[in-house]
């Protein structure tokens, strides 16, 4: 088990080399660049000259990514061309505020969709499960920006019961998890969906009512642990998408996260702090996707052995044979 | 004939039915046994003749939809279970009436330990806390033959003969008044047959209950059952004690179905097995659903739903054949 984590993070290096190698030359290729955002239009030859060797723009892109990443290695995740401000600092002021909200999108997300899946599972086919993927499709279909304004205009303007933005405690946070939720719902009951139709077929759940099990718990306990690793697997990457920022939610809500942060630095052409953030999204990306797998293990214990060396253990340990063998 | 108050299970004319959108299966018409207590049914027929369907009515776990049971009466111990409330019924399930099903491999929950899936069967029916229910369920597991220390094992960590013994413990946890194995071994290896089947054997004289055999194997029947049934498209055609049933076979299907029996003792002997295919249940003839591949069928059959006959003990037996007093098949009075 430890190996494999090991394993894992290790593999998280060239992830990040590749990640940022991108991010610098996309970046690199785009019109404009980190100068022509700092001098007027009126400035001399000179000054862009001199500005162009501060930044190293008087050199190729590969010098200045590969400076970059030299920094990096020392834990440095480079200094903002704008601010001047260290990219960590910058970057770990706004992640708690994208956190709340990723966990907020996922708590509305999940506690919505489990139910709404299981239910339509259980009664597939019927007008239940209808309505439910009809409630699931336009979850999916309403855009983000015109949902939450919406909620804006209903439950901040006319009724006045939250703030209609920025990040002002746990009540803030309220509308644009929902706003991002709903959309995460959709995809997640039709998962919980088709996977829990899948385990409702299975023979154990008749032996689990055979020996008296309530359907209740026949299909709460029995069907949906057999059901949940494909669900984990989507909660799992909605919460790395939230965490990465959710850039149109964030805009309309004014949300001061990281989505916002890298988008706002993008159009100024501050390659440092766009790829010190996206460096640091990849990382708890890695993070998040290593906890699932080794959640799944928990969920499932056939899954446990392929994560050991030695593999699954077909021949358990036997020391005695007794009764009618 | 035996006192009301000494069987088990009493089932009279159990109809169950599958209702498709544009079809219907009769899978079990007008079915009737009984059942004395700490007696061995065999509940003999090909796949697909209503054994494991009428099997599940007992327990009322006909998968719904599609299965309906349209009428008939099942008595356990006196009282009609397709009466009983969704509640009532998981208080029997488990406790008077256990069920072993046929695939092992895919009967337990993959991600519950062995040993809190006997527990639970524990838990439901004698109101123990999880630690007493998990030592018990330790001590069931020894009793089929497994260390108690396994109990902590995931099924997947057990082979196919272990799981069966698994479920076996299961579905004796609460001693139950009455077993229905469904095809218990078909599953195993030939070998592991045999252990599971001496190890049912020995627990049912044990714990003194009533067991339904569900199977296929006549060797199995003859060593294990006191009554036999045979069924064929979702009709008992014939029933009566083993002695009866195999010694004196009456229905021609019975007959075929010993017919089609290797002979050891002349093994340059062709196969004789039954030519055709057990018809399709949506579409079943008005009168014996045998008769296309009996070999003493007449036309009248095709249109003549037989009626039971009494044949003497507990002997029964549907064939029209029998209007005609001097028939008899050519198979007759072998004694086993």
């Given amino acids: 088990m430890h190996r494999y984590v090991i394993k894992r993070i290790l593999l998280l290096i060239p992830v990040i080399i590749g990640v940022s190698f991108m991010i610098y030359f996309i970046m690199d290729l785009a019109p404009g660049d980190i100068i022509t955002q700092l001098v007027g239009e009126d400035a001399s030859e000179e000054q862009i000259a001199a500005l162009q060797h501060e930044y190293g723009y008087d050199r190729s892109v590969f010098y200045r990514y590969g400076k970059y990443m030299l920094g990096l290695l020392h834990g440095d995740l480079g200094t903002s061309y704008i601010t001047k401000k260290p990219v960590w600092d910058m970057y770990i002021t706004r992640l708690p505020k994208t956190f709340w909200l990723a966990i907020g999108a996922s708590v509305v997300a999940i506690g919505l969709s489990i139910p709404l899946g299981i239910v339509s599972a259980v009664k597939s086919g019927s007008l239940i499960d209808n309505s439910c993927m009809v409630l699931a499709l336009l979850g999916l279909s309403m855009p983000n920006f015109w949902l939450g304004l919406l909620l804006i205009i209903e439950f901040s303007l006319n009724l006045g019961w939250v703030p209609s933005g920025g990040f002002r405690g746990f009540s803030s946070v309220i509308l644009p998890a929902i706003t991002i939720g709903t959309g995460h719902m959709a995809v997640m009951t039709r998962t919980t969906r088709s996977s829990m139709i899948d385990v409702i077929r299975q023979d154990y759940l008749r032996t689990a009512r055979a020996k008296g099990v309530s359907e209740h718990k026949v299909i709460t306990k029995h069907a949906f642990r057999n059901a949940f690793i494909p669900i984990l697997t989507i909660i799992g990457g909605q919460l790395c998408a939230g965490i990465g920022g959710a850039v149109i939610t964030e805009s309309v809500f004014s949300w001061p996260g990281v989505g916002r942060l890298i988008i706002d630095y993008v159009h100024q052409r501050d390659v440092p702090v766009v790829t010190g953030s996206i460096i640091m999204t990849t990382i708890i990306t890695g993070v998040i996707h290593l906890a699932v797998d080794l959640l799944y293990a928990v969920v499932d214990p056939r899954i446990k052995g392929k994560y050991s060396r030695k593999g699954l253990r077909l021949a358990p340990r036997v020391k005695t044979k007794r009764g009618a063998a | ?336």
């Fill in chain 2, 1 to 336: 004939m035996e006192n009301k108050n000494d069987l088990i299970l009493e089932v009279d004319h159990l109809t169950v039915n599958y209702e498709l959108e544009d079809e219907t299966v009769e899978a079990v018409r007008d079915v009737s046994f009984k059942l004395g207590r700490g007696k061995t049914l065999g509940l003999v027929g090909e796949t697909g003749a209503g054994k494991t369907t009428t099997a599940l009515s007992i327990l009322n776990l006909i998968p719904d939809p599609p299965g309906v049971i349209k009428g008939g009466t099942i008595k356990l111990d006196g009282e009609n279970v397709l009466e009983k409330t969704i509640k009532e019924m998981s208080r029997i399930r488990g406790k008077e009436v256990s069920m072993i099903f046929q695939d092992p491999m895919t009967s337990l929950n993959p991600v519950f330990t062995v040993g809190d899936q006997i527990a639970e069967a524990i838990m439901i029916h004698e109101k123990l806390d999880k630690k007493a229910a998990f030592e018990k369920a330790q001590e069931m597991l020894q009793i089929v033959g497994i260390p108690g220390e396994r109990a902590a094992e995931y099924p997947h960590q057990f082979s196919g003969g272990m799981k069966q013994r698994v479920v076996i413990a299961i579905a004796l946890a609460c001693n139950p008044q009455l077993l229905i194995a469904d095809e218990p071994t078909t599953a195993l290896d030939v070998t592991i047959q045999a252990q599971v089947l001496d190890l049912m054997k020995e627990l049912k004289k044990k714990y003194g209950m009533a067991m339904i055999l569900i199977t296929h194997d006549l060797g199995i029947i003859a060593e294990t059952c006191d009554d036999v049934a045979v069924m064929y498209a979702g009709k008992i055609i014939e029933r009566g004690s083993l002695e009866e049933v195999f010694n004196t076979a009456r229905h021609p299907y019975t007959e075929g179905l010993f017919n089609s029996l290797p002979n050891i003792a002349e093994r340059k002997e062709r196969l004789k097995p039954i030519p055709g295919l057990m018809p399709d249940p949506t579409k079943l003839p008005k009168g014996c659903a045998f008769a296309p591949r009996c070999p003493y069928a007449k036309p009248s059959c095709i249109d003549v739903m037989p009626e039971e006959r009494h044949f003497g003990g507990t002997h029964y037996c549907s064939c029209n054949a029998y209007d005609d007093e001097s028939f008899h098949l050519e198979r007759e009075d072998i004694v086993l």
